[in-house]
């Protein structure tokens, strides 16, 4: 008896309500294995993949890519032949109804996992075998060998049979969507007819030339518009929640950081640091944390509900990354007992797989205390926005030789800038103050912050 399972968008963790459909790795017709990736999803954290919860046909997809899809939601249908539930798949998306138990002598199989939050998948098995895709919308039902009776009939058939895509790698694909660009419109090089990053970046070149010859011949060229969806638009609703809730000061401080640079340098040559991207940030980082010993309200937060100051005694360093989907701040766990080694290593391993978009939903939550740091931007200074729930957020500026008062004469020295914003509901102005005043003081004579540390 043919039975079909349908499955919900599974709780993806962190409270998460909803996430965008990215892009189907499966299509109606096609047979899909235990675990297997059929989807891909983006989340206010990261991007997941979706695995199978279940082996058969699939019959329905309820989503077209680009919709945002409620936790509960039904997302696929699949005909699993006999009905049985692989695992405990059904559990994972709250829409099967297979218990997951097995007879006497039965294989175990293994639970599905969501990419990101439990064991690694088969990478054998990542992506599905698509069947060839008739020409006839209607023909994709009879493909698939399911009696009509067994298909939804709420479900759009435009839904259900999604055109051919352009091929892309996913990188590339993200780039695209973060640019408004429609895939189709580019010119492939591929070697298997996929576009390329070169083919976009001269897509988005072309189109940019355009838009200018047009402003230039009097016209206002066209309008390009950008769905606010994903990361981005949780990004927004996050700052506006931050900037009209927490009461915000900056306080700004220049440093002359020349002895800071010349340890770095030193540093950089010494075996402990040969395999290590040491850079400013790292000794920046470092300095945070030792201030925060003797001014820990600058890593506390506000309960509202419980109408608390809760002041944390361990401190998980937010390193804010931009990255081709948005603003990202992965979080360095536990970075009050991390030597400077170990901060540079973490730094550039969290901004690395940021920038990827390989960063798992967990490496992105939890953050007590974050920097940001503009001055690989060449900018001097800003007033950055809390990260709801934190207290303070420090900026670090572009560091650049000026002159600068040093030993009763006026010499070229390296100095930059750093900002700090924080809750004036937790921090009193002094104890601001005193904070930034101290992260200034240790990055001026870093002997100190060596023998602090």
């Given at each position: 008896?043919s039975?079909v399972?349908?499955?919900n968008?599974?709780?993806l963790g962190?409270?998460?309500?909803?996430a965008?459909?990215?892009?189907?790795e499966?299509?109606?017709?096609?047979?899909?294995?235990?675990?297997?990736?059929?989807?891909?999803?983006?989340?206010?954290?990261?991007?997941?993949?979706l695995?199978s919860?279940?082996?058969?046909?699939?019959?329905a997809l309820?989503a077209?890519e680009?919709d945002?899809?409620?936790?509960g939601?039904?997302?696929i249908?699949?005909?699993?032949?006999?009905?049985g539930?692989?695992?405990?798949?059904?559990?994972a998306?709250?829409?099967g109804?297979?218990d997951?138990?097995?007879?006497?002598?039965?294989?175990?199989?293994?639970?599905?996992v969501l990419?990101?939050?439990?064991?690694?998948?088969?990478?054998?098995?990542?992506?599905?075998?698509?069947?060839?895709?008739?020409?006839?919308?209607?023909a994709?039902?009879?493909?698939?060998?399911?009696p009509?009776?067994d298909?939804?009939a709420?479900?759009d058939p435009?839904v259900?049979?999604?055109?051919?895509?352009?091929?892309?790698?996913?990188?590339?694909?993200?780039?695209?969507?973060?640019?408004?660009?429609?895939?189709d419109?580019?010119?492939?090089?591929?070697?298997?007819?996929?576009?390329?990053r070169?083919?976009l970046?001269r897509?988005?070149?072309?189109?940019?030339?355009t838009?200018?010859?047009?402003?230039?011949a009097?016209?206002t060229?066209d309008e390009?518009?950008?769905?606010?969806?994903?990361?981005r638009?949780?990004?927004?609703?996050?700052m506006v929640?931050?900037a009209?809730?927490?009461?915000?000061?900056?306080?700004?401080v220049?440093?002359d950081?020349?002895?800071?640079?010349?340890l770095?340098d030193?540093?950089?040559?010494?075996?402990?640091?040969a395999?290590?991207?040491?850079?400013?940030?790292?000794?920046?980082a470092?300095a945070l944390?030792?201030a925060?010993?003797?001014?820990?309200?600058?890593?506390?937060?506000w309960?509202?509900?419980?109408?608390e100051?809760v002041?944390?005694?361990?401190?998980?360093?937010?390193i804010?990354?931009a990255?081709?989907?948005?603003?990202?701040?992965?979080?360095?766990r536990?970075?009050?007992r991390?030597?400077?080694?170990?901060?540079?290593?973490?730094?550039?391993?969290l901004t690395?797989?940021a920038?990827?978009?390989?960063?798992?939903?967990?490496?992105?939550?939890?953050?007590?205390?974050?920097?940001?740091?503009?001055?690989?931007?060449?900018?001097?200074?800003?007033t950055?926005?809390?990260?709801p729930?934190?207290a303070a957020?420090?900026?670090?500026?572009?560091?650049?030789r000026?002159?600068?008062?040093w030993q009763g004469?006026?010499?070229?020295?390296?100095?930059?800038?750093?900002s700090?914003?924080f809750?004036?509901?937790?921090v009193?102005?002094?104890?601001?103050s005193?904070?930034?005043?101290?992260?200034a003081e240790?990055l001026?004579d870093?002997?100190?912050l060596i023998?602090?540390?």
């Amino acid at each position: 008896m043919s039975v079909v399972e349908t499955f919900n968008l599974p709780d993806l963790g962190e409270g998460l309500t909803d996430a965008e459909l990215v892009r189907w790795e499966v299509a109606v017709g096609d047979t899909v294995d235990l675990n297997q990736v059929i989807a891909e999803v983006e989340t206010a954290k990261a991007a997941v993949e979706l695995p199978s919860p279940f082996a058969g046909t699939v019959v329905a997809l309820h989503a077209a890519e680009g919709d945002t899809v409620e936790v509960g939601d039904p997302f696929i249908d699949i005909d699993t032949g006999d009905g049985g539930a692989a695992g405990d798949g059904g559990a994972a998306g709250d829409g099967g109804t297979g218990d997951g138990g097995t007879g006497d002598g039965a294989e175990e199989k293994p639970a599905a996992v969501l990419v990101g939050y439990g064991v690694a998948q088969d990478s054998g098995s990542r992506r599905a075998r698509r069947r060839p895709r008739p020409a006839d919308p209607a023909a994709v039902d009879s493909a698939a060998d399911v009696p009509a009776a067994d298909i939804p009939a709420a479900v759009d058939p435009a839904v259900a049979a999604p055109p051919e895509r352009t091929l892309a790698a996913p990188p590339v694909r993200r780039l695209a969507r973060d640019s408004g660009v429609d895939l189709d419109e580019v010119t492939a090089t591929g070697a298997h007819g996929d576009v390329t990053r070169d083919d976009l970046d001269r897509h988005l070149s072309d189109a940019s030339q355009t838009a200018a010859r047009a402003a230039e011949a009097g016209g206002t060229g066209d309008e390009e518009r950008t769905p606010i969806r994903g990361l981005r638009r949780r990004t927004a609703d996050a700052m506006v929640r931050s900037a009209f809730t927490a009461p915000h000061v900056t306080e700004f401080v220049d440093v002359d950081i020349t002895p800071s640079m010349e340890l770095l340098d030193e540093l950089t040559a010494h075996a402990r640091f040969a395999d290590v991207r040491l850079t400013p940030l790292a000794l920046v980082a470092k300095a945070l944390l030792v201030a925060l010993r003797t001014n820990p309200s600058l890593n506390s937060a506000w309960d509202d509900d419980a109408q608390e100051i809760v002041t944390k005694r361990y401190v998980n360093l937010g390193i804010a990354a931009a990255t081709p989907r948005g603003l990202m701040v992965p979080v360095i766990r536990d970075a009050h007992r991390a030597s400077l080694r170990d901060l540079a290593v973490s730094i550039a391993d969290l901004t690395a797989a940021a920038r990827d978009g390989t960063t798992p939903p967990s490496d992105l939550v939890g953050g007590t205390i974050t920097i940001t740091n503009i001055g690989v931007f060449g900018i001097d200074s800003g007033t950055p926005i809390l990260n709801p729930g934190e207290a303070a957020i420090l900026c670090l500026g572009a560091v650049r030789r000026r002159p600068w008062e040093w030993q009763g004469e006026i010499a070229l020295r390296e100095v930059t800038t750093l900002s700090l914003s924080f809750d004036h509901r937790l921090v009193d102005g002094e104890q601001g103050s005193r904070f930034l005043a101290t992260i200034a003081e240790l990055l001026s004579d870093p002997l100190s912050l060596i023998a602090l540390s």
